[in-house]
């Protein structure tokens, strides 16, 4: 796991959502050591006319913008892992859309393993099973 939600400013745009939703999750797997097989990822745009940073819509700014929501089980990653990811992410991003004005978030979520899971099961419950 982790659960995965991208804010995009702008239209939707089909090229731009795949090459999000697989820098999103390289950089997932390499820098949190999340594997893919579990990352649910979401994306969704919001119009630039409807997106304020400081009381000015994105559009009035010509800018663009994201905001990326993670979650995952508490104490699986390090403060320093969490930090990288988050400067990597927003490289990532800036790359994809020059344009890209600063005040752009993300969000690590640490969920409590007993409160967190897929498939029914809680991730403390993986990890009881797991024998760890």
Known sequence: MPHIVVHLSGTPDPQLTRNVVDRVMALTQSVLGKQPPVMAIAVQYIAADTWFIGGDTLADLNRTAF?????????????????????????AMAALRPDLHEVSYVHLIDARAAAYGYGGLTQEYRHQQAGV
């Open 67 to 91: 905001h990326l929501d993670i979650s995952i089980t508490d104490e699986t990653n390090t403060k320093a892992e969490k930090a990288r990811y988050l400067r990597e992410i927003h490289a």
